[in-house]
Structures are given as structure tokens and as C-alpha cells.
């Protein structure tokens, strides 16, 4: 989740923490000290040119995207998305945590004349602001509240409930759920992976810190037909993999 607003250092989700177990937590203390100087790094959201550059390249109002960093994509992870979206067309995105990325993909997909894209993210009262905020740039997209929950026992931490997905996903990016929660819980996102149609890439932000490098290891480990590797053109890394056609 993310906002228009300045966000702070560490994520608040009091609903999800109910669900949060003492290894969970322990995996968090363990992991604070080697993933604090990525944090730090991350608050760094992009030059003002790169920003600029972003909103021109989709046409939008120059103050339409919110102080980037911290929570919040970076601008080279949000131009990474316009450049795949632009290259590939994809019939159907889904994306996990919204708001600047929802923004910034729902204007690359009108662009490249693209349907709406689908979005989970935890908080209700967020889904129905960033929809407004969507809506205020002439843009849309299918943003769902997606409870996150312990899915299923091969991977710690918490994933969305998203009930049932449809296969033929083109492009799947996962921006969350916060590493407070685990900080291997966005690897949960495998389960889902089934659905990629052939030739589908997958876009893992926040990939240069430790918890989501043992994920990468992980996901090449047990997904032979996804070719994974680290691109390293924004503030905090991305892993993309490309499912083979």
C-alpha cells in the first residue's frame, strides 16, 4: 500500500498483524539490521528529471504523482513498467499493492490501448481512494480489497486473498505485502504463478533486499520454465522473470 501522501519509515497494518505469529516476528528482528541500509536507500525515489520524465512519457499532469521512495515505487521501477507495457501489450496485468504503480500503469495501458488491470491490496479505505484518485486523471482499473492472509504452509509471512484467478496473467507485478510482515512474504506470490500464460513476465520490486533475494533463490529453485534475473536500474532492485512461451 501506498499513498499521494509523504509515508513513513515502517508500514502500519493492525488488521494483518492479528495474523502475524512470534516466528514471523522473530524472522523480522533477525532481518531489521541487514535490510535497514536498503530502507535507507529506498527513500531516495528518483531524480526530479526521472519524475518528470515519467509524467510526460504518459501524458499526465505534472503533479500527479505523490513524493515517490520510501514505500512508494521508484521512478526506475515505474519506467521499467511503462517500457515493458509499451513493448509487450499485455491482455491482462494484475498487480499486488496499489497506488503510484496503479497510476502509473493504468495511464501506460490506455496508452498502449491496453485493457484495465487488476489490483489487490489489503486496505479497503485505500482501494476506494486510489479508485477516486484514478478517476480524477481519467483512468481505471479493477482495485480490490484483498484481506491478507497465512495462505497456505510453503511460505512464512502473509499473502492477499484474492479467491479465485482467471489463467492468461501477461505481466504480474508484486509490490507487497511489507516485509514487516516476513521478509520472505511476497514469495507467496508462487501459488499464483499457475496462471502466467506462456511468455508472461513477472515483476518483483524491492528485489535487492535480503528477504526477496532468498525469495529469487527460492522461486529459480522451484520455477525451471521462469527465467529470473535482477535488474538493477532503480533505487531498490527488481527481479524479472520471463515464463518460457
Request: contains cysteine; negative net charge.
Amino acid at each position: 500500500m501506498t499513498s499521494r501522501e509523504t509515508t513513513g519509515f515502517l508500514p502500519k497494518d493492525h488488521a494483518a498483524d492479528a495474523h502475524v505469529g512470534w516466528k514471523d516476528k522473530l524472522a523480522f528482528l533477525a532481518f531489521a539490521p541487514i535490510t535497514a541500509p536498503f530502507l535507507l536507500k529506498s527513500l531516495r525515489g528518483g531524480s526530479k528529471e526521472e519524475k518528470q520524465r515519467l509524467t510526460e512519457r504518459l501524458d499526465l499532469p505534472a503533479d500527479a504523482l505523490p513524493n515517490l521512495g520510501s514505500w512508494k515505487a521508484d521512478t526506475g521501477f515505474l519506467h521499467l513498467i511503462c517500457d515493458i507495457i509499451a513493448a509487450k501489450r499485455p491482455g491482462r496485468v494484475v498487480e499486488f499493492g496499489c497506488g503510484a504503480s496503479s497510476l502509473v500503469i493504468s495511464a501506460a495501458l490506455k496508452q498502449a490501448g491496453c485493457p484495465a488491470h487488476t489490483s489487490f491490496d489489503q486496505h479497503a479505505d485505500f482501494v476506494a481512494s486510489t479508485t477516486a484518485w484514478l478517476a480524477d486523471h481519467d483512468l481505471e482499473a479493477d482495485i480490490r480489497h484483498a484481506a491478507l492472509q497465512p495462505i497456505d504452509d510453503d511460505w512464512p509471512g502473509l499473502f492477499y486473498d484474492t479467491g479465485p484467478l482467471e489463467d492468461g496473467i501477461d505481466l504480474m507485478i508484486i509490490d507487497g505485502p511489507p516485509w514487516t510482515l516476513h521478509p520472505m512474504t511476497r514469495g507467496g506470490a508462487a501459488r499464483l504463478f499457475k496462471h502466467l500464460s506462456p511468455g508472461a513476465i513477472v515483476l518483483l520490486d524491492d528485489a535487492s533486499r535480503p528477504g526477496e533475494r532468498l525469495v529469487a533463490k527460492r522461486w529459480r529453485k522451484e520455477h525451471r520454465d521462469i527465467d529470473f534475473r535482477l535488474w538493477t536500474g532503480g533505487e531498490k532492485g527488481t527481479l524479472i522473470g520471463t515464463k518460457a512461451s
